[in-house]
């Protein structure tokens, strides 16, 4: 993963080396319980990796923040987030709890102090975040609706949306009061299969 240091040039050795395991026990757990298919499974530092950390790319996490992975999965955005942001804390939210059996393996392996994992639904979750992250969950209308109730009341105390998503979306957009901005990943990173991939930053 020499190309991590090209792309992030302030990660530490502990950093990378952390990120450098992670295609090791995903693939081993993977095996178990199929949290992330074959296929991308083969393209990991691209498709889960790099993807994840293109919000790192537009969002400098401040230091102490709290920030919310809603729908998870395996860990995706929130793990490599977590691992590049060590003075944040993260919550990684999935309704399915298998999954969140992998993180807690890696948060183990990895000795990862700053991730939490709760099984739940996001309309059933409380509490307020300063951010909050995901991974193309459901369309972006649906998703403000789900979410509104985890943003703090005080407009100084919520940094934002930063949503992972491809194709398609600007009818969304239009249909959406909250203040946003598209940033494509293909500036960032090389590869096909960036050339569709967004990140949407949602502000009051």
């Known amino acids: 993963m020499d190309d991590l240091k090209q792309y992030f040039p302030d990660l530490s050795s502990v950093?990378?080396?952390?990120?450098?395991?992670?295609?090791?026990?995903?693939?081993?757990?993977?095996?178990?319980?199929?949290?992330?298919?074959?296929k991308d499974m083969i393209h990991f530092k691209e498709r889960h990796l790099l993807h994840s950390l293109g919000i790192?790319?537009?969002?400098?996490?401040?230091?102490?923040?709290?920030?919310?992975?809603i729908g998870t999965g395996g860990g995706f955005p929130g793990v490599p987030l977590a691992i590049v942001n060590p003075e944040c804390q993260f919550v990684l939210l999935d309704s399915i709890g298998k999954k969140l059996k992998v993180i807690e393996e890696v948060k183990s392996k990895l000795n990862l102090k700053n991730i939490r994992t709760i099984h739940s639904r996001v309309?059933?979750?409380?509490g307020t975040y300063?951010?909050?992250?995901?991974?193309?969950?459901?369309?972006?209308?649906k998703f403000i609706q789900l979410t509104?109730?985890?943003?703090?009341?005080?407009?100084?105390?919520?940094?934002?949306?930063?949503?992972?998503?491809?194709?398609?979306?600007?009818?969304?957009?239009?249909?959406?009061?909250?203040?946003?901005?598209?940033?494509d990943l293909?500036?960032?990173?090389?590869?096909?299969?960036?050339?569709?991939?967004?990140?949407?930053?949602?502000?009051h």
């Open 15 to 38: 950093q990378i080396d952390q990120l450098d395991q992670l295609p090791s026990i995903y693939e081993e757990w993977n095996a178990m319980i199929n949290v992330i298919s074959r």
């Open 56 to 69: 790192q790319k537009y969002s400098k996490f401040e230091k102490g923040s709290y920030i919310l992975d």
């Open 123 to 126: 309309e059933e979750h409380t």
């Open 130 to 141: 300063n951010y909050i992250v995901s991974r193309a969950v459901t369309n972006l209308p």
């Open 148 to 183: 509104k109730h985890l943003i703090p009341k005080e407009s100084k105390d919520f940094r934002g949306i930063y949503y992972l998503k491809g194709g398609e979306f600007n009818d969304e957009l239009n249909t959406i009061q909250m203040k946003h901005k598209v940033y």
């Open 186 to 203: 293909q500036s960032c990173f090389e590869g096909a299969f960036f050339e569709t991939k967004k990140v949407i930053e949602l502000t």
